[in-house]
């Protein structure tokens, strides 16, 4: 069990006074520290406050000074797409516990344009330069600010979409864009409870209050896909936990997106107990109906941890049969051809170890990605050459945490 120090005195989880430490440690304006490591460079943590409760965060750029088997440690940026976008598209402030994010979409209505799907393939939408946060890099972003790309073993059985849109709010909540606190610009449906559908509904009018309130307004989504069938007009997207509202597409962006999405639309229906999560920019029409004008999805398993292919879907598979803990590699901005490690194992002692997953013709750039990650971040690395060889066995570990 972690231990955090407030103001010198050791507390954990644990402790059934929890909440209260938290709730007159947010109220007092006190940092805790983490534990996780020796005293003389233990690293400060924040409190936020969502709903009624309160939860320990990482601050900006201190994710490095936590061990690796700490759930606030994150490997290094170029793990992941993070490094392309960090300090440009997404700027941390180590003294303040706001992250400012710059988007590549409009909030607001703008000159006409057509409807937009940002994939995982080459396309004039996922910008090379990193200056700005396309729609996938948004969600990447959210999703590794919520820790919900890393995972441990104590998790098992405890993720759920209400922990998922929970964590996405807090992370909304520290982030601002366009101006705005960034969860204020997004909906998330709420976990879906018939006792309690009439409040879940009033809360939904209040979260949505922005499209009302000017015409011009957009918003983002993100939900779970429950299905995308034929409509009035064109199609219509439903999301679970929201039976009483679905998402119209227009005919030319459904047909880009079954498109441009067709490998991960595959997954999610050929791979059971898996799930698709959509984010879009939507408005609101005169006749009441929600318009979605942009849209990429992202796959993720039982757990909830994201995939981009079979064979990921596989490691991941393996890594959760073996109660290892990992963070799973995002793309942000980044292209398919840029060689990334698929995961990063966080037990492999004092440094995680990088995971690949190429075909045999994609073997020397991800190598070589790979010796420059050793040789700045002494990070080593574990190959798996997916079209000609079963799976290799994982590397051993050097601390398990249950």
């Given at each position: 069990m972690p231990v955090y120090y407030f103001d010198g005195v050791a507390e954990s989880p644990s402790n059934v006074h929890w909440p209260q430490i938290l709730e007159r440690a947010y109220q007092s304006g006190s940092r805790p520290v983490c534990g996780c490591i020796p005293a003389?460079?233990?690293?400060?943590?924040?409190?936020?406050?969502?709903?009624?409760?309160?939860?320990?965060?990482?601050?900006?750029?201190?994710?490095?000074?936590?061990?690796?088997?700490?759930?606030?440690?994150?490997?290094?940026?170029?793990?992941?797409?993070?490094?392309?976008?960090?300090?440009?598209?997404?700027?941390?402030?180590?003294?303040?516990d706001i992250t400012a994010l710059a988007?590549?979409?409009?909030?607001?209505?703008?000159?006409?344009?057509?409807?937009?799907?940002?994939?995982?393939?080459?396309?004039?939408?996922?910008?090379?330069?990193?200056?700005?946060?396309?729609?996938?890099?948004?969600?990447?972003?959210?999703?590794?600010?919520?820790?919900?790309?890393?995972?441990?073993?104590?998790?098992?059985?405890k993720r759920s979409w209400f922990?998922?849109?929970?964590?996405?709010?807090?992370?909304?909540?520290?982030?601002?864009?366009?101006?705005?606190?960034?969860?204020?610009?997004?909906?998330?449906?709420?976990?879906?409870?018939?006792?309690?559908?009439?409040?879940?509904?009033?809360?939904?009018?209040?979260?949505l209050a922005r499209l009302g309130a000017d015409p011009k307004n957009k918003m983002l989504v993100i939900g779970e896909v429950k299905s995308i069938d034929p409509?009035?007009?064109?199609f219509r997207v439903t999301f679970k936990h929201l039976p009483s509202e679905s998402f119209r597409l227009s005919v030319e962006l459904h047909k880009r997106l079954q498109k441009v999405f067709a490998a991960p639309l595959a997954l999610w229906k050929e791979l059971e107990d898996t799930h698709l999560l959509l984010i879009g920019v939507f408005t609101?029409?005169?006749?009441?109906?929600?318009?979605?004008?942009?849209?990429?999805?992202?796959?993720?398993?039982?757990?909830?941890?994201?995939?981009?292919?079979?064979?990921?879907?596989?490691?991941?598979t393996a890594l959760h049969?073996?109660?290892?803990?990992?963070?799973?590699?995002l793309r942000y901005n980044l292209k398919p051809s840029i060689p990334l490690a698929t995961a990063s194992l966080l037990d492999t002692g004092a440094y995680p170890t990088a995971l690949y997953t190429h075909a045999s013709a994609e073997r020397d750039a991800y190598v070589a990605d790979a010796a420059v990650l050793l040789a700045s971040n002494k990070v080593p690395a574990w190959f798996w050459q997916t079209d000609t060889e079963a799976m290799p066995p994982l590397p051993g570990s050097l601390r398990h945490r249950s």
């Open positions: 003389n460079t233990r690293a400060t943590l924040y409190i936020a406050k969502y709903d009624t409760g309160y939860y320990l965060k990482r601050m900006p750029l201190s994710a490095a000074h936590h061990a690796p088997h700490c759930e606030h440690y994150e490997p290094p940026m170029q793990l992941s797409g993070l490094g392309h976008v960090h300090g440009s598209a997404i700027k941390e402030d180590g003294q303040s988007l590549d979409f409009a909030l607001t209505k703008g000159p006409a344009r057509g409807p937009v799907v940002q994939e995982d393939t080459d396309h004039e939408s996922v910008r090379a330069d990193g200056i700005k946060l396309t729609l996938r890099g948004t969600l990447h972003y959210l999703y590794d600010k919520a820790a919900l790309s890393q995972w441990y073993p104590a998790m098992a059985g922990i998922v849109r929970r964590e996405l709010m807090l992370a909304a909540a520290n982030s601002k864009a366009k101006g705005a606190v960034l969860n204020d610009l997004l909906f998330i449906p709420e976990t879906f409870s018939l006792a309690h559908a009439q409040d879940i509904a009033n809360r939904r009018v209040k979260q409509g009035h007009n064109g609101k029409l005169t006749s009441g109906i929600y318009d979605l004008e942009s849209a990429c999805v992202m796959n993720v398993n039982q757990h909830w941890i994201p995939f981009d292919s079979q064979y990921a879907f596989q490691l991941v049969k073996a109660a290892r803990p990992f963070r799973k590699s």
